[in-house]
């Protein structure tokens, strides 16, 4: 079996993987639009409406880049942006106590885990398959770059 073959397998199920959470979140969002924003506003958020909107514009977007491969790098970047001011914001657990500190932590944890796998998506691209490569790229990948950068 081809290395390259079985390397890109593995980091399209990783990328398909990692849109799943995005896709479910903004879609959280917006099915509880008003439940969002009051917990938005109890953490001290300034323009809740319009961060709120923001972040399901970003979850959707990056979720569908991750998902379908268009504009992978781009689209996990935005995610990886997104996730830096949201975990600081939404997973203090310094200054917690008690249970609410330690879920607060794996939570923290878990986002730091998200955003080291959508760094390592920035750094391959959507790999194969993907719309990117359907609409211009090689099958086996070896035009995956060329395709990215498009």
């Avoid at 504009?71 to 996730?83: P, Q």
């Avoid at 600081?88 to 917690?96: P, T």
């Avoid at 106590?97 to 959508?118: H, P």
Wanted: glycine share 12%; with cysteine.
């Amino acid at each position: 079996m081809n290395a390259t073959w079985v390397n890109n397998s593995l980091l399209v199920m990783a990328r398909i993987l990692m849109s799943i959470i995005f896709l479910k979140s903004g879609y959280g969002k917006i099915m509880d639009f008003e439940g969002t924003t009051t917990y938005m506003a109890a953490k001290g958020m300034p323009l809740v409406s319009l961060f709120l909107v923001g972040a399901i514009a970003v979850e959707i977007a990056g979720g569908l880049s991750l998902l379908l491969g268009v504009k992978a790098r781009w689209g996990a970047l935005l995610l990886f942006l997104f996730m830096i001011p949201t975990t600081v914001i939404f997973h203090k657990f310094w200054g917690l106590e008690g249970s609410e500190a330690a879920m607060q932590q794996i939570q923290f944890m878990k986002n730091l885990t998200i955003m080291g796998g959508l760094l390592a998506v920035t750094a391959a691209g959507a790999r194969q398959p993907g719309l990117s490569s359907m609409l211009g790229g090689c099958c086996c990948g070896c035009n995956t770059e060329n395709a990215e950068a498009k």
